[in-house]
């Protein structure tokens, strides 16, 4: 399953590989991973769950 997120060097949305879930200091949900295209690191925040 492909996760896409913004990749702040291609300045567009690619597709997140190496995904890990982590949580963030405030308990949030958050993706980790690194872009498909050029390998930069990413983050993505999960909405938190309710
Ligand atoms: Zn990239």
Do not use: D, H, W
Not at 4 to 10: E, I, L, Q, R
Not at 33 to 39: A, E, L, P
């Amino acid at each position: 399953m492909a996760e896409m997120a913004y990749c702040v060097k291609c300045r567009t949305k690619t597709e997140m590989v190496n995904v890990q879930q982590v949580t963030m200091k405030n308990g949030r949900p958050a993706l980790k991973g690194k872009c498909s295209k050029c390998g930069t690191a990413m983050f993505k925040i999960l909405p938190a769950k309710k």
